[in-house]
């Protein structure tokens, strides 16, 4: 099972006008979550523009991460179907071996039946845990919390579920009492507050400041709600304004950029660049938490 806490999703920098992979300012990102106290990393995510990636530009990435840091490692998959995440399953296990904590892998039928039989048949192909991804903005498929609880439940490869299917206190508060799993939050920490109290495990997830999620996330195992609430509460109108539709990872690698971790914020097409408009909004969000 994946370690309660919180799993930073790491953003993949680019450069210049043909979007090529900056490994440097990758490194220098990890070491900075490193720094943190992340529980650990979760790589090739959506936030991480995988879908936008080569196969060598992932291996790279994973490389350039491992090298980097002693952190474990969720790596994600972006195919629905078992032969393609099969692949992508085999070279994170290649480049991550026993650093691996599991596989991301994105629900693909509404139906628990076939989404059961996809995950065993990627499971038995590679032996890898499987971290379970509900999240229908991306997939385009919806499950009820009731049917992926029938999916997961005899599936002890399952080593956590991502629960990003709104309203997410709901799905985490039915999946928590039905499985003997780890239930993470992701959204860029939106629900993150009401995730916990109903029984989330800890956040999986890439807002820009991690130490904030951190903050929340220790403040509940310490003090319980007030002092998630008090450590939570100066970092949510930034929370609010990153999640923004069509440009959430813009505006993320924009705030990675004004932290000095990256020397660019540019985004692969066809992601929406940060418009003009908001960078004024942004530069006060920011300074009411650096």
């Known amino acids: 099972m994946l370690t309660p806490g919180v799993w930073g999703v790491v953003a993949t920098p680019f450069t210049g006008s043909t979007f090529d992979l900056d490994e440097q300012s990758l490194a220098r990102l990890v070491e900075h979550y490193e720094r943190l106290g992340v529980t650990g ?12 990636l ?9 490389e350039t991460v491992v090298d980097a840091v002693e952190l474990p490692l969720v790596v994600g998959a972006t195919s629905l179907g078992a032969a393609p995440v099969v692949e992508e399953v085999r070279l994170a296990q290649q480049v991550a071996g026993d ?29 890898a ?5 509900d999240y229908p903005l991306v997939s385009g498929v919806s499950i009820s919390a009731d049917a992926l609880v029938t999916a997961l439940r005899d599936l002890p490869f399952v080593v956590a579920v991502k629960a990003e299917a709104p309203p997410t206190p709901v799905a985490v508060a039915t999946l928590t009492a039905a499985l003997d799993v780890p239930i993470f939050g992701g959204l860029g920490g939106l629900g993150l507050l009401d995730e916990l109290a109903c029984g989330a495990a800890g956040a999986m997830t890439g807002f820009s400041f991690p130490e904030g999620l951190i903050a929340c ?5 310490n003090g319980g709600y007030q002092a998630a609430r008090d450590a939570w509460l100066p970092y949510l109108p930034l929370v609010n304004f990153e999640q923004q539709a069509k440009i959430a990872l813009a505006i993320r690698k924009e705030c990675l950029r004004r932290r000095g971790l990256f020397p660019e914020s540019s985004v692969r097409p066809p992601a929406a660049s940060l ?5 004024e909004q942004l530069e006060r969000h920011l300074a009411a938490v650096r």
């Open 217 to 221: 996330v220790e403040g509940w195992r």
């Open 129 to 133: 845990g499987l971290v379970v991804q």
């Open 54 to 62: 080569s196969t060598e530009e992932r291996r790279a990435v994973l």
């Open 41 to 52: 990393l979760t790589v090739l995510g959506v936030f991480g523009e995988a879908a936008q």
């Open 99 to 127: 650093r691996l904590a599991g596989v991301m892998v994105q629900v693909n039928s509404p139906n628990p039946h076939v989404l059961a039989g996809h995950l065993r048949a990627v499971h038995e192909a590679t032996g």
């Open 275 to 279: 418009p003009e408009s908001l960078h």
